[in-house]
């Protein structure tokens, strides 16, 4: 708020002996939101210097990754930490546990518009700490010059093959995000996470789907040269500008690597990956990412604003231009319409393929190493060294198995 400017504006013969000094004028108070390098860069677009609550300035502080932004969150003090988090929304859920997320009052004509689902995970014992804003899930775009998109993976294996022989293509199917979005190549040949309970998305820990028969097999008989290492078939480390170049068939990521990919030149298709003979459904994380607010907020004074920020993001209008800024899918059902073709295909994949992204279990270490980093070592093991498939993928299940039991106790 701004304090009126006092003076006094004297008759003719007194303006020349007063002197006129305004007070002045006190600054907005500080918001500060800190996010990740994928959704930073779009809340600069349109949040920050935004006036959506008027005497408060919101700034947006970027990290370079989840890893650095997480991490900085869990030293964050009442001096340095912020007043607004966008992250995971599983991630304030966890923080919330510990007190350090403030619990949000959601208003009943915004929930009729927000997913049930989404609401769910950003719940915990009947209230909300998070708004969801976004769903974070992958898909896969297809390079239209190699041919029309495949109905199966054992199509697109075919044109692969094709091409790297008429040295068209070097790389088939490539994980854009590394090991996180590697889980539809993982479920294409037979193998994943963990499997479920029933017919229920609850996961069954003691299933673990690394080391599955059919994966074993289908690596070495499709993913593999005659050195014992890759073919080429599948990629996770920096693949991206493989296909960004026109030398991949296919990368599978979200909305927000669309950008590099038009800059590119690439005319594409967006699907979700189709099984090894296109009958059923592969999987892909789909997680929810969000805005919550943090205790720092009333450390600092600013909850009311904070609060006021927040309710302008889960309105029609705030959610709206969030995510035209992001290019990505919403859980705010009532603005589905106003996105772009290419977004709404992201969302009708994740509705049809999409596995709930359990944080608990797939960021737990029990076993020595979360399931990413595992994954990581075991494409390398695999597809870089050479070593042997079972052993490899035995190891690394086994890993997991521990991880996922102690896991699943957080969840």
Not at 19 to 38: G, L, R, T
Not at 290 to 311: I, Q
Request: aromatic share 10%; proline share 4%.
């Amino acid at each position: 708020m701004k304090k009126t400017i006092l003076g006094a504006i004297l008759a003719g013969a007194l303006v020349g002996s007063v002197a006129i000094v305004p007070v002045a004028q006190a600054k907005d108070k500080v918001i500060v939101v800190w996010a990740d390098e994928k959704r930073g860069p779009g809340l600069k677009k349109f949040l920050e210097g935004n006036k959506v609550v008027p005497g408060y300035d919101i700034q947006i502080k970027v990290y370079a990754s989840y890893d650095a932004l997480d991490g900085a969150y869990q030293k964050a003090t009442a001096a340095s930490g912020p007043d607004i988090m966008l992250n995971p929304v599983g991630d304030a859920l966890q923080y919330a546990k510990s007190g350090k997320v403030l619990p949000l009052a959601i208003p009943a004509s915004v929930r009729k518009n927000m997913s049930a689902t989404a609401l769910k995970y950003a719940t915990y014992r009947d209230r909300v700490y998070a708004v969801p804003l976004d769903i974070d899930t992958t898909s896969m775009i297809w390079n239209n010059k190699f041919g029309a998109a495949p109905k199966t993976f054992a199509e697109l294996i075919e044109t692969f093959e094709k091409a790297k022989a008429a040295g068209t293509a070097t790389v088939g199917w490539c994980a854009g995000d590394g090991t996180w979005g590697a889980l539809p190549f993982l479920t294409a040949l037979g193998g994943g996470a963990y499997g479920y309970v029933g017919r229920t998305t609850t996961p069954d820990v003691n299933n673990v789907l690394l080391n599955t028969p059919a994966l074993i097999a289908n690596i070495k008989k499709y993913a593999l040269g005659s050195d014992g290492k890759s073919n080429g078939l599948f990629a996770w480390d920096n693949c991206k500008a493989a296909f960004t170049s026109g030398k991949a068939l296919a990368m599978n990521t979200g909305s927000w690597n669309l950008p590099d990919v038009k800059s590119a030149g690439i005319k594409y298709t967006i699907l979700p990956t189709p099984t090894l003979d296109g009958k059923g459904v592969t999987r892909q994380w789909a997680g929810y990412g969000g805005a919550w607010l943090t205790t720092f907020a009333n450390d600092h004074k600013v909850a009311l604003g904070a609060r006021k920020v927040m309710n302008y993001l889960a309105s029609e209008e705030g959610s709206l231009a969030y995510a035209l800024a992001m290019e990505r899918p919403s859980p705010n059902q009532a603005i589905t319409s106003k996105l772009s073709d290419d977004v709404q295909g992201f969302a009708e994949s994740g509705s049809k393929n999409g596995a709930v992204q359990v944080n608990a279990l797939l960021g737990e270490n029990a076993g020595g190493s979360n399931y990413y980093d595992v994954l990581g070592t075991v494409f390398k093991d695999i597809f870089v060294t050479g070593k042997d498939v079972k052993t490899t993928l035995d190891a690394g299940a086994a890993i997991l198995k521990a991880n996922f039991k102690v896991g699943i106790t957080k969840a």
